[in-house]
């Protein structure tokens, strides 16, 4: 099984600032990774595809970088919306078990 | 457009089986993989297998393979996961979820709780 680890647990930043969070893969998943955003209550929003793709609708100040084995989502100008609990997920295709990381939260400062 | 829509909370006794549906609507069922994703009340996201809905083809997380169960039926765009031998630590929301090749889990079902109490 692949582990994702991602840092920090929790971050603290104000509205308006940059917000980078980190997730790395116990070996290598080429760019076969995706984050998450989920709020309280509510299902898992996909923000980023193949390490560095928005998805649709999702606004340009969501970025994502890497490959291999480290790779971070920038929230750029943090909007009030943005507070929530981020995840990555690898898919690599071998071994075909797909894996989350334990999340980090981003909350106000 | 594409919904997801579960079936509704279950409460069951451990030791028990729980059968988690989740019907598609808006796109072609049989063109993209369903995932099935849960979450433990406070905890985050964990992986259980995926099925693909054309072929019925599935690949089960290690945790649980020989306790669960993915199936589909095309006719009725539905797919379905049985978990087994329920103990509480069980107790979840359980989502599925579509994906297409590489493109990430672009629509999500509302989440059905499974509760596992005596």
């Known amino acids: 099984e692949i582990v994702m680890t991602q840092s920090p647990a929790t971050l603290s930043v104000s509205p308006g600032e940059r917000a980078t969070l980190s997730c790395r893969a116990s070996?290598?998943?080429?760019?076969?990774l995706a984050w998450y955003q989920q709020k309280p209550g509510q299902a898992p929003r996909l923000l980023i595809y193949?390490?560095?793709t928005r998805a649709t609708g999702i606004p340009a100040r969501f970025s994502g970088s890497g490959s291999g084995t480290e790779f971070t989502l920038t929230i750029s100008s943090l909007q009030s919306e943005d507070f929530a609990v981020y995840y990555c997920?690898?898919?690599?295709?071998?071994?075909?078990?797909?894996?989350f990381g334990q999340g980090t939260k981003v909350e106000i400062k | 457009q594409v919904q997801l829509v579960q079936s509704g909370a279950e409460v069951k006794k451990p030791g028990a089986s729980v059968k988690v549906s989740c019907k598609a609507s808006?796109?072609?069922?049989?063109?993209?993989?369903m995932h099935w994703v849960r979450q433990a009340p406070g905890q985050g996201l964990e992986w259980m297998g995926r099925?693909?809905?054309?072929?019925?083809?599935?690949n089960y997380a290690q945790k649980f393979q020989g306790r669960v169960t993915m199936t589909r039926d095309t006719s009725i765009s539905t797919a379905y996961m049985e978990l087994s031998r329920l103990r509480s630590d069980d107790t979840a929301v359980y989502y599925c979820?579509?994906?297409?090749?590489?493109?990430?889990?672009?629509?999500w079902g509302q989440g059905t709780l499974v509760t596992v109490s005596s």
């Open positions: 193949g390490a560095s």
């Open positions: 099925i693909n809905p054309n072929s019925g083809g599935t």
């Open positions: 808006g796109y072609t069922f049989t063109g993209y993989y």
């Open positions: 997920q690898q898919y690599n295709n071998w071994p075909p078990e797909e894996t």
């Open positions: 979820a579509r994906r297409k090749g590489s493109s990430g889990c672009d629509y």
């Open positions: 070996q290598s998943v080429s760019s076969n």
